[in-house]
Nanobody, 127 residues
Framework: QVQLVESGGGLVQPGGSLMLSCAAS????????VGWFRQAPGKEREFVAA????????YYADYVKGRFTISRDNAKNTVYLQMNSLKPTDTAEYYC????????????????????WGQGTQVTVSS
């Protein structure tokens, strides 16, 4: 198993930036593809970004493309989500998820594909 802990959330003004971290423990993190999802109050969980286990492939939802960047540092067992030009519509609880994979360049964008989830970190974009 792998345990995931998100951090870095908070309150930010529109147009501001935050960087979320997803720290993993328990297994070899480089064996896992990782995704970020979010869920706003009263809404379904939605995909944000994904990265393959070697970091060679990334994929973004259209509503964050060009503003968010996903990256990973396997030596630190951590995946990051750099969020720029934040909008009030980005307000949500953000979750990272991990899936064991043998495919170095494959990412996953469906939540049911993921095996492990963190507890989430709240991001609030408001003036």
């Amino acid at each position: 198993q792998v345990q995931l802990v998100e951090s870095g959330g908070g309150l930010v003004q529109p147009g501001g930036s935050l960087m979320l971290s997803c720290a993993a423990s328990g297994r070899t993190f480089s064996d896992y593809a990782v995704g970020w999802f979010r869920q706003a109050p009263g809404k379904e969980r939605e995909f944000v970004a994904a990265i393959s286990l070697a970091g060679v492939s990334t994929y973004y939802a259209d509503y964050v493309k060009g503003r968010f960047t996903i990256s990973r540092d396997n030596a630190k067992n951590t995946v990051y989500l750099q969020m720029n030009s934040l909008k009030p519509t980005d307000t949500a609880e953000y979750y990272c998820a991990a899936k064991a994979s043998l495919r170095i360049a494959t990412f996953y964008n469906l939540d049911h594909e993921y095996e492990y989830w963190g507890q989430g970190t709240q991001v609030t974009v408001s003036s």
